[in-house]
């Protein structure tokens, strides 16, 4: 029973791991696959319950705010939830966000990444992969300090 416990505790991806072969549809509505990220220095891929929610939002733009400071360490950014194809469009223009969002509404990507889905709604988690290898993950990421435990991480790797 105890090792049951464990098991179930344990999560399917952990530092070192590769980026997973995963593909979703972005908000412009392209078939991205994860995998042709896997050699670019940083892809940051963070989960959010639901685009234009206050808690997201916050999320989302930290990390426009702070853009231009992580292209400078080349962190690709992508951003994932289950929302539709048009609502990840709908908040990319709203909120001016420069990097790409992916719709995961069949799950899959989230699956892939061991993140929790509840009532239609992902887990917010962040995961840090340098060139395809996972190096920091997050499974209770913050709202609006999501840039800032990103690039802390970064400064220390320099």
Known sequence: MILSLL?????AIQKGDHLPNVSALNEAGKMISLADYANEKYVLVYFYP????????????SLRDAYSKLQ???????????????DQAKFKKKY???????????????????????????????????????VWLDRS???????????????KQK
């Open 50 to 61: 639901k685009a234009d929610s206050p808690g997201c939002t916050a999320q989302a733009c």
């Open 96 to 134: 001016r966000l420069p990097f790409m969002l992916l719709s995961d509404h069949k799950e899959e990507v989230a699956k892939a990444f061991d993140v929790p889905v509840h009532f239609g709604f992902t887990s917010r988690q962040t995961f840090l992969f340098k060139e395809g290898n996972l």
């Open 7 to 11: 098991i179930s505790l344990s999560f």
């Open 141 to 155: 990421a913050s709202t609006e300090k999501q840039a800032k435990d990103v690039m802390e991480f970064l400064e």
């Open 72 to 86: 400078k360490d080349k962190v690709v950014i992508l951003g994932v939830s289950t929302d539709s194809v048009d």
